[in-house]
């Protein structure tokens, strides 16, 4: 696989020696160039096999990734620039700082969400110890502990678009969040498995900050879902402190999720053009990808799509940007 994308990368980038392979911008973020190329996006994994991979999952729940089918082949027409990273507490804070955007957990007077060790999970619908909309919780205050090197969370859609175009209009290059094909394409990084990492759920170890021992010290009751062993970060951890994919992007899996472009439609992938989709038209939820600290490895695959509504902000979503090319 290391050979055919050290074959895919001179191929789509011949002629470009201009282009460099990675940038950084006025941010701080670490940009790199990614092929061209062409993949199967979704899954094709019969029940019988998730269930064997995940044998502590009730088998309903596998029923209800319909919308990762039918797998389908996805040619990625251009090279584009991913962020090494995704955002960060410092890389945000400096944007807010020179653009003047208020965030929509702050501009909207509702807050955002937060962690709460004394919030009784037995008393909400959900379970989780995560209490809001409240005032007190936005991407400065998630309830845990981050540094300016910490992924940024309680961010909107809005607020990832809004981040973009102050990029692109100070840069002069065009920034955007990456299509849901752009991103699968960008995770895989050429692989075909259940992660970049195998198909193993365990292999996230050396990749991800996902739902493990750690985390479940917070949430007991979900201990059975948990990753085995212990990474040492019960919510976010530092962007680039887990192993990087073929394509040298870190948390690829898990963090946090990421943003995409994209409305979401459990039915696109059976009309989905083969070159560059774009996503459905319209729609009422966003796509993100990736999974988050907080996330079951089931939920944290390649193909894996989950959705909010463009104003969610919530502790376990975050941002990568693209930056097109020349």
């Not at 941010?27 to 064997?52: D, K, N, R, W, Y």
């Not at 992924?151 to 990029?167: H, I, K």
Request: with cysteine.
């Amino acid at each position: 696989m290391k050979l055919w994308l050290t074959a895919l990368t001179c191929t789509a980038l011949a002629g470009c020696a201009s282009t460099p392979t990675a940038t950084t911008n006025s941010l701080g973020m670490q940009m790199v160039l990614l092929p061209a190329g062409e993949f199967t996006m979704g899954s094709a994994a019969t029940i019988e096999h998730m269930a064997a991979l995940y044998p502590a999952y009730d088998p309903r729940r596998l029923t209800e990734l319909a919308d990762e089918t039918p797998a389908h082949r996805v040619r990625i027409t251009r090279p584009f620039y991913m962020a090494k990273h995704e955002v960060t507490v410092g890389q945000f804070r400096r944007f807010v700082e020179a653009s003047g955007h208020v965030p929509e957990s702050i501009a909207d007077g509702t807050g955002g969400y937060g962690y709460n060790a004394a919030y009784d999970p037995a008393t909400t619908k959900r379970g989780d110890a995560f209490e809001g909309r409240d005032p007190r919780y936005s991407w400065q205050n998630p309830g845990f502990t981050q540094t300016d090197a910490h992924p940024v969370v309680n961010v909107t859609w809005q607020d990832a678009v809004a981040l973009a175009q102050w990029l692109s209009t100070t840069e002069g290059r065009r920034y955007r969040l990456p299509t849901e094909a752009e991103w699968e394409y960008a995770c895989r990084a050429g692989t075909a498995t259940q992660y970049h990492s195998g198909d193993a759920p365990a292999s996230l170890s050396a990749v991800a900050n996902v739902f493990d021992t750690d985390a479940a010290a917070n949430w007991p009751a979900w201990r059975s879902f948990a990753l085995r062993g212990a990474d040492g970060f019960p919510f976010t951890a530092p962007v680039g402190h887990f192993a990087p994919n073929a394509f040298g992007l870190h948390d690829m899996h898990g963090n946090v999720w990421e943003w995409t472009a994209d409305w979401h439609d459990a039915a696109y992938y059976a009309r989905s053009p083969k070159d560059d989709p774009q996503g459905p038209e319209a729609g009422r939820v966003k796509v993100r990808r990736g999974g988050s600290w907080h996330t079951w490895p089931l939920y944290a695959r390649c193909a894996y799509r989950n959705w909010n509504t463009p104003v969610t902000r919530y502790t376990l979503v975050g941002i990568r940007l693209v930056m097109e090319a020349d």
